[in-house]
């Protein structure tokens, strides 16, 4: 487990440090130390080792100052960085707010840095909201300078900025920066870095590197000063401890910086309303929302001192300009309680009199007018406020929609469609999800799953469930479920076969057992029977253990036959049948039961076309697709893990990796991002179906329905089934109450996403 030093020591380093660095860093720092010999410098005092080399304190022989010697005793680095950084640092020099390079020598045996000798980082400095807002205001100001020459900090965080001897902060520390106009761009610290920074180093997008960058940073410092937390890091930092990998480290900083902020006064309620405004404006995850530059910053550093309203929190609404404009005019404060006083003691003078006149007054119906006026001005202007709400929660769902986080993205719809029931574009927003969650069900017994287009089937030890209820009694416990039309086909332990109708037209309405018994070649104790159904959902195959096979037509047997093998996997098609042994041989049989050409050895598993012309294979980790009649190879599909049909088109998961499973017809796929994550693609074309629907627990099966129009997904404990289709809004259920049942989720009050309960999932209407 980590150590307390070694989550700070990831909270401060620099990303591009990973923990190889960070060790040596370490080690060095413990470590002896030789005193450089420097011409024209006296060194005398160790400051302290980094991932580099180490810091001297010493004196510049020809003037006296006081400097620090930064000394690179590491050996093999490449200089590319430092020759830049050195470039940096004599492009800013000159600005009262920036460190000064006095010298430098990359050269020299060991090379160095040398620069004034300040007091201490602001991560070593007792921190108060004044001091911070002064801060706050000096950096801006060296940012300011550095920005008008195009050229990013890039790593700004607390021990980034130093304190000269009069208590100014001064910009330090410029190696991973960088020139805008130059292309490329650099990694920051762990929390430090907005979002869009990480994302274009992971490669998502095409952000390109703005001044909000050091904004954010800045932001991220200013809210360790005033809270000691970093934004939106809170614990996460152990994990960083578990991964050398910077891929690792950045998806983590990711996560980490898309997480809800803590309000600053939350954590620290002596810190005042508008400079907390000011560091969340920084903090903003939209960059849009977020400071321009560095100026926006100090121009609301000084509307705070004048007691203004802050630009950050336009528009502003009536009683905050007026709490504004009593703090700027105390003596303004004043007259209005003593107007108060005197309007409070005329009103108890007059309270007869009022009494007296209170129906005169309700029958003047000027008055009335103008109260009635007044009250659709404020009722207007509370429309106006509700479509500027739903205008920004349907803005932020479209971003989550562009990211493919449909269920985030309806939700906020939902949502916004509730504060603006007029609006014509949220509906149809809401249409356009794909897939619609049509039924919950908990159970953590379920052993065998079957799925048709209009329900779930479950098998449990007690027999058969059917939307949460119990549909049939089975003992013993069932081996197989097949689906048969509108009928069930199922198999118990003991090598039984019983086929099921319905009383009605569907598997909705009353079920009646109409059992069709095999005969008692498939009985046996600890033996089970192995059933396969045909794409036309008419004819199917029970197959007993030791070979013996009968086909059936519904309920009519139509011939009988015996295999070579014992078998593992049968498939059917229109035409053939598909047998492969325990001895990993494939035989293909015509409907007679005669082999369709010699065996293939050594298959793992196989698919058959729906027409039964052709097949695909694998064996080894290579898929293959051969012809069934002439037993000719049509390809080498390469490596696969799996294999499947698309109508008679051969697909393998090497296409798309990460599948999970193919439908049956071979025409859409599952894919899972995460373990708890689904998203369903058409197979074709690779077009998303559905945005990533999300599971409490990792998934650990995925069903279709045989002609793939649902699907559904179990992880243990819970089953979740997808009807992919365009769906309205449900009559009699408020917005937010139909997406809750589309998505099984809803937004908390922090706009997180959190799953349903099974009680409240049944309360919804």
Known sequence: MASEDDIELTLDATMAQGAELISLSREASTGGAVVPQLQGYLVHGRLGAGTFGEAWAGVQVSTGQRVAVKVFSRKGLDWTLFRQEIQRLIEVAEHPNVVTLLDANLDHDPPFFVMPLLAGSLAESAATPEKVATWLDQVCQGLSYIHARDILHGDLKPGNILLDGEGRARLADFGQSFATNAGGFTLGTLGYMPPEQIQRALGHGSFQPDVRWDIYALGATAYRL??????????????????????????????????????????????????????????????????????????????????????????????????????????????????????????????????????????????LAQAKVEMERKLAEVGQERQAFARLETSLGIRARDRGEMVEAVLLWAQALTYWPESVELPELMASYQCSLVEMLDRDDLTHLALSDEVLLGACPGGLVLDRRPLLEHPPALAQIEFLGKRILTANSTGQIQLWSPAGKSLLQAWQKDPVTMNSWLSGPQQAACLAVAPNQRHWLAVGPDGACQLFEGDRRKRQFKLAVNPALVRLSSSCIGVLGS?????????????????????????????????????????????????????????????????????????????????????????????????????????????????????????????AKTVASYDGGQVRVYYPTKLWLDAGASPRETAQRWTGMALDEDSKLRFLSQLEWDALP
């Open 226 to 367: 005033l809270t000691g937390k970093v934004p939106r890091l809170e614990d996460r930092a152990l994990l960083t401890m578990s991964s050398t990998s910077t891929q690792y480290r950045l998806r983590l900083a990711l996560q980490v910086s898309q997480s809800s902020l803590v309000p600053v006064r939350r954590l620290n309620p002596k810190v005042d309303h508008e400079l907390a405004a000011i560091v969340e404006g920084c903090l903003e995850l939209l960059p849009v929302f977020r400071y321009a530059d560095a100026q926006a910053i100090q121009d609301d550093l000084r509307c705070r001192l004048e007691k203004q309203p802050l630009r950050i929190r336009h528009p502003w609404s009536a009683a905050y300009q007026l709490e504004r404009a009593v703090r700027r005019n105390p003596a303004l404060s004043a007259t209005l309680a003593s107007f108060v006083v005197i309007m409070l003691g005329g009103l108890w003078l007059s309270w007869a009199e009022v009494s007296k006149e209170r129906k005169n007054v309700a029958d003047n119906a000027t008055q």
């Open 583 to 707: 001895n990993r041989g494939l035989q293909l049989l015509d409907y007679q039961g005669r082999p369709l050409g010699a065996p293939l050895a050594e298959v793992d598993t196989f698919e058959l076309s729906p027409s039964g012309r052709s097949l695909v294979w694998l064996r080894g980790g290579q898929a293959y697709h051969s012809q069934v009649d002439s037993g000719r190879l049509l390809a080498d599909l390469g490596p696969a893990g799996r294999v499947a049909m698309a109508g008679e088109q051969p697909r393998t998961d090497q296409e798309f990796p990460g599948c999970v499973a193919f439908s049956p017809d071979g025409s859409r796929l599952a894919v899972v991002r995460q373990r708890r994550q689904l998203r369903i693609l058409e197979t074709s074309t690779g077009r998303a179906l559905s945005g990533w629907l999300p599971h409490p627990r990792p998934i650990k099966q995925v069903l279709f329905s045989r002609t």
